[in-house]
C-alpha cells in the first residue's frame, strides 16, 4: 500500500510528538521519583534521630531509676551502721577502770623493781630476780589482757567509721535528677541523712582518739614491761653461769651500800604478798581440787577406820595403822606432798604454806607414837626450816641476814652432827632419815663457808636448800609409809574385789606401793630442792622447749604438753567416774535394808553417769589437745572399717550394755538366773556384768551373752518366790485334821506373805499314801531355803506330836506255790 506523503508527513509528525510527549513524561517521572526519595530519605533520616533520641531517653530513665534504688539502698544501710554504732558506742570503754588498772600497774611496777632497777644495792639476788620476774609476767599479762580489750574496740570503731564512709563515697549518691522536684527531695533527702550521720561520726572520732590515747599508755606500760622481763632473764643467766662468783666482800669485811632491814623487809612482805594473791587468782581451780582430793581421801580413810573398828581389829598403839589415828592429817600429807606438783612455778611462799601444813599435821601423828627424843629432833628441823624459810622470803641481801645465816647455819651443822654421833637409829621408824640429816650437815657447813668469802647467793640456796631437804625427805618417807599402810590394811579388809575400792584386786595391787612411786618421789625431791638454785632454771629450759615445742606430723600441728595433756584429762576422767562409783557404794557401813536398796537403786544409774562423765572427758581432751575434728572423722571412719571385719563382738558388748542401762531390766543388787547361774547382780560395765553367784563365786558375763540369755529377775516381782512342798499322808489318817495342823504352822510361820496366803491341796491316791502339796510365797527370795527347811522340822515335830504317820513307800509280795496233792497254798 502506497501511503501519501502528506499522510506520511503527517504519520511522521504524530511520531514524533509521541516521542516527544513520551521524553516528557520520563523527565516529569523522573523528577518525580527523584523528588519521592529526597523525601524518604529525609523520613528514615528523622525517625533514626527520634529512635536514638527515645532510646537515650530510656537508658537515662533506667540509670536514675537504678540510682534511686541504689541510694535508698545506701540510705538504709547507713542508717542501719548508725545504729549498731550508737549501740556499740552506748557500751563505752572503762576508762576510768582502764586508768586506774594502769596507776595500779605502775605501782606494782615500782614495789616490783624495788631491789632490782632501784636501790639495786651491790649485787642482785637469786630470790629478788625470781619474785620479781614472776611479778612482771602476770603484770604483763594483765596489760597484754587490757591491751587486747583496747584493740578490739579501736579496731571495732574504726569498722565503724570505714563503713559509713565507704557507703557515703558511693558514687550513685552523687547522681542528681533532671526533675527539679525530684532534685529539691533528693537534697533534702542527703541532709537528713548528714545531720543524722554527723554527730554519729563525730562520736565515733572521739571514742577512738579516746582509745587511742589508753592504747598509747598501756603500749608504753607494755614495752616497760617486757623490757624489764629481758633485763632480768639476763640477770638470771648470767647469775646460773657465775654460780661460784662472788657477790659480796667477806663478811667481816664493811659493808658497800647500806639499806636499812626494815625497808627489806617491808618491801619483800610486798613482794611476797603480790605474787602470793597473783598465783592463787590463776589457779583457783587447782586449789579446789586439791582441797577436794583432801577431802576424798579423809572420807576413804575415815570409812576404813570405821570398818576396822566395827571389826575390832584397830590396835590400841596403830602399830601399821598409823594412817587411820587422824585421818583428815593423813589425808592432808598425803595429797599435798603427792599433788603439789599440779602447781607449775609456784612461789615461795606458796610452797612454805604447804610445808608447814604437812609439818603441822605430822607432828600431830607423831606425838605419842614415835620416841620422846625423836620428836624433838622432828621439831628442831621444823623450827630451822621455818627459820631459813622466813629468810629466804627476804629479798634483797643485808649485813644483818649474812650473820643470821652464818649462825643458824652453824647452829643447825652442831645440831646435825650431834643427832648422828648419838647413834639413836635403832628408835627411828624411817631408817633413811638419817641420810638426809648427814647431807643437811654438809650444806650447812658449805653455807658457812661460801657465806664468810662473799658467795652470798650459793650460801643463801645451801642455807634453806639443807633444811628443806630434811623436811622433804621425812615427809616423803611417812607419805611411802602411809601408802603402804593403806594398801595393807585395805588388803586385810578386802579380801575379794568390791565395790568399796573400785573392784581393785588387792593380789595384783600388792602390799606395798610400787617401785615408780619411790622414784617419782626421788624425782619429786630433785625437783624441789633444785628450784632454789638459779642454774636449775637455766638447764631445765631445753626440757621444757622439747615438751613445748610444736611438731608437725602431715596436716596435724602437736606438742607433747598437748599429748600430756589429753593422756592427763582422760585419766582423770577415768579417775572421777570411779570416784563416782565409789561414793555410789558402801556396803561395809550399810546395816538398813532401805538404806540398801537406795543404793542399789543409785547404783543402778551409775553406767550411765560414768558413760556421760568419760563422754564429756573425751571431748575436754580433745578440745585441750587441740585435735582437729576432721581427724576424728577419719578416726571414726577407721573404728568403722575395724568393727565391721573383728570388733562385732566386742561393739555388741558395748551398745548391750548401753540398752541396759537406758531399758534397765537388770540393776545393780537384783537378784537374778541367767542360764541356771543365780546370785547378785554385782556390777554392770561397758563390756560386761559381775554376777555374784550363792558359791560365792563371781561371774563375768558379757553384756551380749547377759541380754541373749533367758534372764530371770527376782527383784522385778519384788524378791518373792513360790515355794512347794510335797508330803504323803496314811490312808488311815484325818485328812482334815492335818490340814488344820498345817494350816496353823504355815500362820504361825512369819516370813510367809499373807497375800497370796498358803494353800494345802490333796493331789492323788498314790500306791501307799495321799500326797498333800503344800504352797506358800516367801517375802524375800533368799529366805526361800531356809523357811522351807523350817517349816518341814514343824511339820515333822507336828505330826509326830498328833500320833500321824508319814508312811515311806512299801509293797507286799505274797507267794503262791502248790502242795503236794496239788492244791495251791499261799
Known amino acids: ?411 643447825g651443822a652442831v645440831t646435825g652432827l650431834v643427832i648422828l654421833f648419838q647413834k639413836k637409829e635403832s628408835e627411828l621408824r624411817e631408817k633413811w632419815i638419817t641420810y638426809s640429816i648427814g647431807f643437811m650437815v654438809l650444806l650447812e657447813i658449805l653455807s658457812v663457808v661460801t657465806n664468810v668469802i662473799g658467795r652470798y647467793n650459793l650460801s643463801k640456796t645451801l642455807f634453806i636448800g639443807g633444811y628443806l631437804n630434811v623436811v622433804i625427805a621425812i615427809l616423803f618417807l611417812w607419805v611411802v609409809r602411809f601408802i603402804n599402810e593403806g594398801l595393807l590394811l585395805a588388803f586385810d579388809v578386802y579380801t575379794v574385789q568390791d565395790r568399796k575400792l573400785f573392784y581393785l584386786n588387792f593380789e595384783r595391787v600388792g602390799k606395798r606401793a610400787p617401785t615408780l612411786l619411790y622414784l617419782l618421789l626421788v624425782l619429786g625431791w630433785i625437783i624441789l630442792m633444785g628450784h632454789n638454785f638459779p642454774a636449775f632454771e637455766y638447764l631445765s629450759a631445753p626440757l621444757k622447749n622439747f615438751f613445748s615445742q610444736e611438731r608437725t606430723l602431715g596436716d596435724y600441728t602437736f606438742s607433747i604438753n598437748g599429748l600430756l595433756l589429753f593422756v592427763a584429762i582422760m585419766a582423770i576422767s577415768v579417775l572421777i567416774s570411779k570416784i563416782v562409783s565409789f561414793f555410789a557404794s558402801d556396803d561395809h557401813l550399810i546395816v538398813n535394808k532401805e538404806d540398801r536398796h537406795a543404793k542399789s537403786g543409785l547404783g543402778s544409774w551409775i553406767l550411765l553417769v560414768r558413760i556421760c562423765i568419760l563422754s564429756i572427758g573425751l571431748f575436754l581432751a580433745i578440745a585441750a589437745a587441740g585435735i582437729p575434728m576432721d581427724r576424728i572423722t577419719i578416726i571414726l571412719g577407721a573404728l568403722g572399717v575395724g568393727i565391721g571385719f573383728g570388733l562385732q563382738t566386742l561393739v555388741n558388748n558395748l551398745v548391750s550394755g548401753l540398752i541396759i542401762a537406758f531399758e534397765k531390766p537388770v540393776n545393780v543388787g537384783d537378784i537374778v538366773d541367767v542360764d541356771g547361774q543365780g546370785g547378785t547382780m554385782k556390777s554392770i560395765g561397758f563390756r560386761s556384768s559381775v554376777i555374784s553367784t550363792w558359791d560365792g563365786a563371781d561371774v563375768v558375763m558379757p553384756n551380749g551373752d547377759l541380754l541373749n540369755s533367758h534372764l530371770v529377775n527376782w527383784t522385778l516381782a519384788g524378791n518373792r518366790k513360790r515355794v512347794s512342798i510335797v508330803l504323803g499322808l496314811s490312808y488311815n489318817a484325818d485328812l482334815q485334821q492335818c490340814r488344820q495342823i498345817l494350816a496353823d504352822i504355815l500362820e504361825a510361820e512369819p516370813r510367809i506373805m499373807r497375800n497370796p496366803g498358803p494353800v494345802v491341796q490333796y493331789e492323788q491316791f498314790s500306791s501307799s499314801t495321799i500326797d498333800v502339796k503344800i504352797n506358800f510365797w516367801t517375802k524375800h527370795i533368799r529366805e526361800a531355803s531356809a523357811t522351807r527347811s523350817d517349816l518341814i522340822m514343824a511339820i515333822s515335830a507336828a505330826f509326830k506330836t498328833n500320833n500321824i504317820a508319814i508312811p515311806f513307800p512299801q509293797q507286799d509280795v505274797h507267794l503262791y506255790y502248790p502242795d503236794k496233792e496239788g492244791d495251791i497254798k499261799d
Request: with cysteine.
Open 1 to 411: 500500500m502506497i501511503i501519501p506523503k502528506t499522510h506520511r508527513l503527517a504519520l511522521l509528525l504524530c511520531v514524533f510528538l509521541l516521542n516527544w510527549f513520551n521524553a516528557l513524561a520520563q523527565k516529569r517521572d523522573s523528577a518525580i521519583l527523584s523528588q519521592a526519595d529526597t523525601s524518604q530519605k529525609s523520613f528514615v533520616a528523622k525517625m533514626q534521630a527520634f529512635a536514638r533520641s527515645a532510646a537515650k531517653k530510656s537508658a537515662n530513665e533506667f540509670e536514675d531509676d537504678k540510682a534511686i534504688a541504689t541510694q535508698n539502698r545506701i540510705f538504709d544501710e547507713v542508717r542501719t551502721a548508725m545504729q549498731k554504732a550508737k549501740v556499740y558506742l552506748r557500751t563505752s570503754v572503762d576508762t576510768l577502770g582502764t586508768k586506774k588498772e594502769l596507776k595500779e600497774l605502775e605501782d606494782n611496777f615500782r614495789v616490783a623493781s624495788d631491789g632490782v632497777f632501784t636501790e639495786k644495792g651491790s649485787a642482785q639476788t637469786f630470790r629478788n630476780l625470781t619474785a620479781t620476774s614472776k611479778i612482771l609476767h602476770e603484770l604483763l599479762s594483765k596489760a597484754k589482757e587490757r591491751k587486747t580489750n583496747l584493740d578490739n574496740r579501736q579496731q571495732a570503731l574504726t569498722q565503724f567509721r570505714y563503713q559509713l564512709d565507704s557507703l557515703i563515697s558511693v558514687p550513685a549518691l552523687f547522681r542528681f535528677p533532671t526533675d527539679s522536684v525530684t532534685l529539691v527531695k533528693y537534697l533534702q533527702k542527703i541532709a537528713t541523712v548528714a545531720y543524722e550521720t554527723t554527730p554519729v561520726d563525730s562520736a565515733l572520732k572521739l571514742a577512738s582518739n579516746n582509745v587511742q590515747t589508753l592504747l598509747n599508755q598501756i603500749n608504753m606500760v607494755v614495752s616497760k614491761l617486757q623490757i624489764s622481763i629481758d633485763e632480768i632473764e639476763v640477770y638470771q643467766q648470767k647469775m646460773a653461769v657465775y654460780t661460784f662468783n662472788r657477790d659480796f666482800t667477806n663478811i667481816w669485811a664493811p659493808a658497800n651500800k647500806y639499806r636499812s632491814f626494815s625497808e627489806i623487809g617491808h618491801f619483800s612482805m610486798l613482794k611476797g604478798m603480790m605474787t602470793l594473791n597473783f598465783y592463787m587468782q590463776n589457779n583457783v581451780g587447782k586449789l579446789i581440787v586439791l582441797i577436794l582430793l583432801v577431802i576424798i581421801s579423809f572420807i576413804y580413810l575415815q570409812s576404813l577406820k570405821r570398818i576396822y573398828i566395827a571389826r575390832g581389829l584397830l590396835k590400841g598403839d596403830y602399830e601399821g595403822q598409823l594412817v587411820l589415828r587422824y585421818p583428815l592429817a593423813s589425808a592432808v600429807i598425803l595429797v599435798i606432798s603427792l599433788f603439789q606438783f599440779i602447781f607449775l612455778s609456784p612461789p615461795f611462799i606458796l610452797n612454805v604454806i604447804f610445808w608447814l601444813t604437812c609439818c603441822i599435821c605430822l607432828t600431830i601423828i607423831f606425838k605419842g607414837f614415835i620416841t620422846r627424843y625423836w620428836l624433838n629432833v622432828w621439831l628442831i628441823m621444823v623450827c630451822f626450816f621455818f627459820l631459813a624459810a622466813v629468810d629466804n622470803l627476804i629479798l634483797q641481801a643485808s649485813r644483818a641476814e649474812r650473820w643470821f645465816i652464818l649462825v643458824v647455819a652453824i647452829i
